[in-house]
């Protein structure tokens, strides 16, 4: 049977896939967004109740599309879902899930994607899978003794079951601070950091950290020397509950622990202390698993690349990994260079290959 070869599929449609699949479609090309989840907005699903985005809804669009001014200053992620889920509408992208692909290999120049609904081919890859599939939680001594409750951020939905336990929240980043501010609200609470939190100005919200990204990006792009003390503000955003906790004295870190064991963790001055539960607010890697057979990754998913287009294997691109693959392309409003530079890139590398159909 005669294979129908697309010109490009993507894979995965969250954010970074469907802005991927709006300049697509303004190609002419023939292109497929493939997903693993029966509905839309992407890893947005998965966040827990009272996530906010950390920037007004002005600051976080997609290309074409301002997201609908919200109630409140900080969309929900609900807002957020829906956004994502009228934008693929408004613009009737080509998106089929749910499909899972399960691997990615090439043959000539023609990739084949093996999914759980069977085979698909395209002359050209765009990888758009995201970090949520892949959460990262360090390898601490002792880890696996620990008898109390262990949970990843990704996992993390609300402080209900931790009430009336003893909690520590582990990392200094917007996660650990918007997790601890809820669980402190409830029950007893530390804070383990590797390095001292760095809070915002109230007053700024998370979209000053796009613009210190473009600022960098603009600098070394025309050679200027790039001072990051003049921009540093930190990097936790002041969003209102973690404002109110900072205020009622919750946010402040122990330090780091050195090694777990049955009951708690052991810190740097080797004293114990016990908790009933350790929330790990680590981050993530890339989910670009799939690839394996495409392309070398490190332990965390990176691959090389030159902005999104893969060093190592021709017809490939990445989209939406955050700094490796552009500044700020893990955020709606900075995804958006990236996905028009990668189709321009895609219509380029194809133009050749359709001429000579
Ligand atoms: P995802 O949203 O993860 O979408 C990837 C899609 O690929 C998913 O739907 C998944 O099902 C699919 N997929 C994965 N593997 C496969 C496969 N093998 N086959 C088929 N489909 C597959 N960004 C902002 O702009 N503003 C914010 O305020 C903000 N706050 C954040 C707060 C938290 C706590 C976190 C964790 C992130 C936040 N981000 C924010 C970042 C943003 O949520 C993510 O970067 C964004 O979801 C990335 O979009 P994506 O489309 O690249 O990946």
């Known amino acids: 049977m005669e294979k129908y070869i697309l010109d490009v599929i993507v894979i995965g449609g969250g954010q970074s896939g469907l802005v991927c699949g709006y300049y697509l479609r303004r190609t002419g090309l023939t292109y497929l967004i493939l997903d693993k989840q029966p509905n839309c907005g992407g890893s947005w699903q998965h966040g827990w109740d009272s996530l906010t985005l950390f920037s007004p809804a002005v600051h976080s669009s997609l290309s074409g599309w301002l997201m609908p001014k919200s109630l409140n200053f900080f969309p929900s992620k609900v807002e957020v879902i829906d956004y994502l889920c009228q934008y693929e509408k ?7 899930r749910p499909v899972e692909v399960k691997e990615v290999e090439k043959d000539n120049a023609i990739f084949k994607l093996t999914t759980d609904k069977g ?5 050209a890859v765009i990888s758009a899978t995201g970090t949520y599939g892949k959460p990262y939680i360090p390898e601490i001594q002792g880890r696996e003794k620990f008898k109390g409750i262990q949970m990843h951020s990704s996992s993390y939905k609300n402080a209900e079951p931790f009430e009336g336990m003893k909690v520590i929240v582990v990392g200094e980043g917007n996660s650990g601070a918007q997790i601890l501010a809820e669980i402190s609200e409830v029950t007893q ?18 979209h000053v950290l796009f613009n210190v990204a473009s600022a960098k990006y603009y600098a070394e792009k025309a050679g200027i020397p790039f001072d990051p003390t003049q921009y540093n503000l930190g990097n936790i955003v002041m969003v209102p509950p973690v404002v109110e906790a900072r205020d009622r004295g919750a946010l402040v870190s122990i330090g780091t622990f050195k090694e777990i064991y049955e009951n708690g963790v052991v810190l740097s001055d080797g004293s114990r202390e016990s908790f009933d539960a350790i929330v790990w607010c680590t981050g993530f890697g890339y989910d670009t698993g799939i690839l394996n057979k495409l392309v070398q990754t ?60």
Do not use: M
């Not at 085979?119 to 002359?123: L, Q």
């Open 90 to 96: 408004k613009y009737a992208l080509q998106v089929q």
């Open 119 to 123: 085979d698909f081919y395209a002359r």
């Open 189 to 206: 609470t530390a804070w383990a950091t590797r390095n001292a939190p760095e809070f915002l100005p109230d007053d700024v919200d998370g």
């Open 298 to 357: 490190e332990e965390n998913g990176k691959t090389p690349t030159v902005e999104t287009r893969s060093a190592q294997t021709e017809g490939l691109w990445l989209v939406g990994y955050g700094g490796w693959t552009g500044y700020a392309s893990a955020t709606l409003i900075g995804v958006g260079r990236t996905a028009k530079q990668t189709v321009q890139q895609i219509q380029e590398y194809l133009t050749p290959i359709q001429e000579s159909k």
